[in-house]
């Protein structure tokens, strides 16, 4: 019987009291592999007999643990009760809620080992906790049928293996507590099973639990180091043993082998998701801890283990790139490999992190053995028994299973757990290839027309898919069919330079097994020649209401593009955008003041071309007009200036003479205003009629606009409309 060297436990029942108290002896100096700066400690407290025919602990104060499980007597013997727990956090200074064990836990497949190993559930990581309570009753409430014998709560602290692990206490022992229950003198435990620490010398120890089979089923695992084969794809970043510091006097049996690993089994821990990934290694530990001298494994079972934030870890010895023999998955451990996530995915799905990295873990395994992932297989049964969804399997049959499957495929349980084995067929497919959901999400360096990309030359591809980074090899960015640009598997851009003409231009994803997936071609144009104003913008006055200091005109332009004009900006004197068929836009301008009207072209491209010409609106007021015939002089804040003509005589003149390249003649409008005829250069070109339903003052009511700027004279001769004579003139209005 082997004793660990660096730690004894002795447990004294005081009679009368009910006290029981734990001494803790100090850990002895001696390090060995991987040895924890605060080694990893398991200790187990005996269940007594409740009131009701079940098993418990009363709340019990403890000094800090971080795990806890419930073991019993005979690794053959199933719990037919519920097991719950509660702890008491050292973080919160609360007692938690009752919380279930999961006690389905797989059998041992030799029957050899069941003599030497014990029952178990699944461990269940608590975080930092000091005190604990624990029951466990009959499912269906009745007198049997019996639960096993010698029930225990097994408390893990999982020591310090790194300076980054912040907690210094001692390991766990229970303090100096009076139980609170009443429990039958014979359901009490006698000394020897009150306190059972498992750092002390188990039987076994020198067993293999679960970790071989029956000559009758398939050939035995070998004791011999095999070769590690190369795989198809690279191996992921493992935290080693060492890593996590593991203590490697715990298992101290020889690694066992598999021919090869033909399936992988994912799993889940089952406890909380609430816990920091810098807890990891600890949980792993703690894990590893449990499976060692609780369950009285030879080791951990898992081949692998991987947190929620994608860290993978080395499970079982024996070497990462091996077939090592694992315990993982009654009657299938010996053609397969398991992986663990750390946590409980029954409502809560695993996180990308997490299934990317079952993924990599998963190809790299299944490639050194030349197996898609995608796949089917054929596996023998190592042992008689149900699947979680009934199917039967028979010893020394083979049955089919994806590569990469589920707990519950194999075995009666929930594990992985309902959301995280709704997850697996997406890491089936992570882990084949070819790379899922790649499209490009953008497009820089080049504008958008119809089904054409036109660009000055350089180019930046943007792009997203639904597979990690971490399982892409690379990607290429395709011109004309051609490599044009390579970027590493995590990147989402690259970029290139189009020639003269016209490409396609694609990207294509290179899965870490070859697998080739490319999006679809897109059309580009190269176009480096700017857009042209065949029309320079101009302003030209228009009909509306004038002010000193606003003139309404419209601005008039026309631009073009060899390729695709995308549109045109009017930068000064104020800012607007405008489409590519758009060439006028009503605007005011500033009399007296000359304004620059400046307009940008842009092509789809990206080339662009700039107009900046000046005008100037200049209003002529009435006294600088030419008179004949009779005019009357009013005042008024409503008019130009505050002042206007107004005249009823028939064949009354008024002239003005101005160079520009476009004029308006400005008056006021009323029920009673007559009518005029309007010459320019001598040329009778329009009669204006200025009656008004409502009276309107600086009404430009008449425009002319000329090609070019010129000497021009506009005369407005007043007609004498019957009834109605008056015309009221406040101006006239020219752009030079």
């Known amino acids: 019987m082997r004793r660990r060297a660096w730690l004894t436990l002795g447990a004294v ?42 098993r418990e602990l009363p709340r019990t104060g403890t000094k800090p643990f971080s795990m806890l499980g419930v073991s019993w007597q005979g690794a053959g013997a199933r719990l037919r009760g519920a097991a719950q727990v509660r702890t008491h956090s050292v973080e919160t200074g609360e007692w938690t809620g009752w919380r279930d064990l999961e006690a389905d836990v797989d059998p041992l497949e030799d029957p050899r080992a069941r003599a030497a190993a014990r029952g178990a559930s699944e461990p269940l990581w608590v975080g930092p906790s000091d005190g604990v309570q624990v029951r466990v009753v009959r499912k269906d409430g009745t007198a049997s049928p019996a639960l096993p014998r010698d029930l225990r709560v097994s408390l893990v602290d999982p020591g310090v293996a790194t300076a980054a692990e912040q907690r210094a206490e001692p390991a766990a022992y229970v303090a100096e507590a009076s139980p609170t229950d009443s429990t039958s003198p014979t359901d009490t435990a006698s000394p020897t099973d009150t306190a059972s620490p498992t750092d002390s010398a188990s039987p076994t120890d020198s067993a293999s639990p679960s970790d071989s089979a029956s000559a009758s089923v398939s050939a035995s695992p070998s004791a011999t180091t095999p070769t590690a084969p190369p795989s198809t794809v690279p191996e ?13 006097s715990l298992s101290p049996q020889p690694s066992e082998y598999n021919a090869d690993v033909k399936a992988v089994f994912v799993h889940h821990t089952d406890g909380t998701n609430d816990y920091s990934c810098a807890d990891s290694a600890a949980i792993v530990r703690g894990i590893y801890a449990y499976h060692t001298q609780t369950n009285g494994w030879n080791d951990i079972g898992y081949n692998f283990l991987v947190d929620k934030c994608g860290t993978v870890f080395e499970g079982r010895k024996g070497g990462v790139d091996l077939p090592v023999l694992g315990a993982h998955t009654y009657g299938w451990n010996r053609e ?12 809560t799905g695993a996180s ?10 998963a190809a790299w395994k299944l490639g050194q053995y030349h197996a898609d992932p995608a796949t089917t297989v054929q596996l023998k049964a190592g042992a008689t028994q149900t699947n979680y969804s009934g199917a039967g399997f028979t010893a020394g049959t083979s049955y089919t299973f994806n590569r990469v499957s589920g707990h519950r495929d194999g075995y009666n349980t929930q594990c992985p757990g309902s959301s995280l084995y709704a997850q697996l067929p997406t890491v089936r497919a992570w882990a084949a290839g070819p790379v899922q959901g790649l ?22 591809v943007k792009w997203s898919t639904a597979t990690p980074g971490s399982l892409i090899s690379r990607f290429e960015l395709l011109v004309d069919g051609k490599v044009a640009a390579t970027a590493s598997g995590t990147a989402g851009s690259a970029a290139a330079t189009l020639a003269s003409g016209t490409h396609t231009v694609a990207v294509r994803a290179v899965h870490q097994s070859g697998k080739t997936v490319t999006t679809g071609a897109l059309n580009f144009a190269t176009d480096t ?34 390729q695709a004009l995308k549109s045109v900006s009017l930068l ?48 002529l007021q009435e006294t600088s007009a030419t008179k004949s015939g009779s005019w009357t002089a009013r005042s008024s804040t409503s008019y130009l200036g505050g002042k206007s003509y107004s005249s009823g005589s028939k064949g009354a003149s008024l002239s003005w003479t101005f160079t520009g390249r476009s004029a308006s003649w400005v008056v006021s409008r009323a029920s009673s205003s007559g009518q005029a005829y309007v010459y320019v ?17 600086r009404q430009a009511i008449w425009t002319k606009t000329w090609s070019s700027s010129a000497q021009h004279t506009v005369k407005i001769v007043v007609v004498g409309t019957s009834g109605r004579p008056t015309v009221t003139t406040d101006g006239l209005v020219y752009v030079k």
């Open 439 to 460: 499209k490009v999400t953008s497009v820089s360096g080049a504008g958008l027309s119809g089904s054409t990309y036109y660009t000055k030359g350089a180019i930046t």
């Open 336 to 347: 397969a490999a398991g992986i663990a996530v750390l946590g409980d995915y029954t409502t």
């Open 13 to 54: 029942v005081l009679g009368g009291a009910g006290v029981v108290t734990y001494a803790v002896a100090s850990p002895s100096s001696g390090g060995g592999i991987g040895q924890a700066k605060r080694p990893v400690r398991v200790y187990d407290l005996a269940l007594r007999g409740g009131a009701d025919g079940g």
């Open 572 to 619: 000064s004197p104020t800012t607007a955008t405008f489409g590519p068929t758009t060439t006028g836009s009503s605007r005011t301008a500033k009399s007296g003041t000359a304004s620059t009207w400046s307009m940008k072209a842009y092509d789809y491209a990206g080339n662009t071309r700039t107009s900046s010409p000046s005008y100037t609106p200049v209003i």
């Open 529 to 562: 020649t700017a857009p042209s104003f065949t029309t320079t913008p101009k302003i030209s006055l228009r009909t509306g209401t004038v002010n000193t200091t606003a003139v309404p005109v419209t601005l008039g332009w026309k631009a073009t593009d060899g």
């Open 681 to 697: 250069d001598g040329v009778k070109v329009s009669t204006v009629d200025l009656k008004s339903s409502t009276t309107l003052y």
């Open 236 to 248: 992921p970043p493992i935290v080693s043993r060492a890593g996590w510091g593991a203590d490697e």
């Open 352 to 361: 990308n992190a997490a299934l990317a990295s079952i993924a990599r873990v």
